[in-house]
């Protein structure tokens, strides 16, 4: 069986600020966040993720395929979350590790690695 290793690293903005005056790291990243992954191979696809008080979505448009985020731990600047692909796996790689981390006002760093 031949073992995928991945890593993309991109930068998502942010389409829905969090609520002022709330500082824990997760609340920074509440909201929807919205950017595009490349491999080293050049390859391109749309990410969207969803961040809400209870529920962690992601979705890739441009390959059809996304599902839910499960929290594994925060930083004071990131949040690390395993993927559990829902719909489109066939088309994506499912179990991954999803890293965000914050970059600047309404920018944020995406990192995935299987």
């Given amino acids: 069986m031949t073992k ?3 890593i993309c690293s991109l930068l998502l903005s ?3 600020l ?10 920074q990243f ?6 595009a992954g490349k491999q080293d191979n050049g390859t391109q696809w749309s990410i969207r993720v969803n961040i ?4 962690y979505v992601i979705d890739y448009p441009s390959l059809t395929c ?5 929290l594994i731990k925060t930083t004071d600047t990131s949040l690390v979350f395993k993927e559990t692909l829902t719909y489109g796996i066939a088309q994506c790689i499912n179990q991954g590790e ?8 309404h920018k ?4 995935w690695t299987k």
């Fill in 66 to 70: 996304g599902g839910v985020l499960t």
């Fill in 98 to 105: 999803v890293v965000l981390n914050k970059v600047a006002e």
């Fill in 108 to 111: 944020a760093g995406y990192h």
């Fill in 14 to 16: 942010l389409s829905c």
């Fill in 18 to 27: 969090a609520n002022a005056g709330q500082n824990d790291t997760l609340n």
């Fill in 52 to 55: 809400r008080p209870t529920l």
């Fill in 4 to 6: 995928f290793i991945f």
């Fill in 30 to 35: 509440m909201g929807e966040w919205e950017g």
